[in-house]
């Protein structure tokens, strides 16, 4: 197994994913978080957390069973799955994550809804990155955002997440940006240089 610094990001696909996926996911951690990303696989399945009576995954079970396989220095982690997941309170979710926890989980299930992947591949992956960049900002303690066009903005729809930039608000920003400076002071090697 790889070696992991602290200050890397995992990007734990669970089953089998395109490799544009993976690599539009992984590009985009870097990019936004100015942080280091290494996909490696944590879990083979979810079954654990099937619901037979939704008929869907709840996710946040999945996010205790990646937080605990997870290395410890790895600082974070997002997973991406196919399959629909839910919270109790919601008819299903594009992701979840533990707010100033470790992990985060995406659903490509549902990101798929109104294009065809085939034809419109682009916006399709920009959905993942924009969900993912999403679940990964709750997990450095990122709240929703009232701005429409930021990536922390609450997505009720799939129109939602497409009216999104890929870009945090100058708000939201900041607020990154504190929380990066603290893992900087921490150990400033191993972030990405900009």
């Not at 709750?138 to 009216?163: A, E, P, Q, W």
Request: net charge positive; glycine share 4%; aromatic share 6%.
């Amino acid at each position: 197994m790889k070696a992991v610094s602290k200050e890397t990001i995992l990007l734990s696909p669970i089953g089998d994913f395109d490799a544009d996926i993976l690599h539009a996911v992984e590009a985009m951690v870097p990019d936004v978080f100015s942080l280091l990303c290494h996909i490696q696989p944590l879990i083979d399945n979810i079954d654990f957390a099937w619901d037979a009576r939704r008929r869907q995954f709840h996710s946040t079970v999945i996010l205790e069973e990646l937080s605990a396989n997870a290395p410890l220095n790895a600082h974070k982690i997002i997973a991406l799955t196919h399959h629909d997941l839910f919270i109790p309170i919601l008819t299903h979710v594009y992701g979840e994550a533990q707010l100033g926890g470790r992990s985060s989980i995406v659903s490509t299930c549902r990101l798929a809804d109104g294009i065809s992947v085939v034809s419109r591949r682009a916006t399709y992956l920009m959905r993942i990155v924009k969900e993912t960049a999403h679940e990964l900002g709750h997990t450095f303690d990122l709240r929703h955002c009232k701005d429409n066009r930021c990536l922390m903005h609450y997505c009720r729809s799939i129109g939602d997440v497409d009216t999104k930039t890929g870009q945090f608000c100058r708000y939201c920003r900041v607020l990154l940006s504190d929380h990066l400076k603290k893992i900087r002071s921490q150990s400033p090697t191993a972030l990405k240089k900009n």
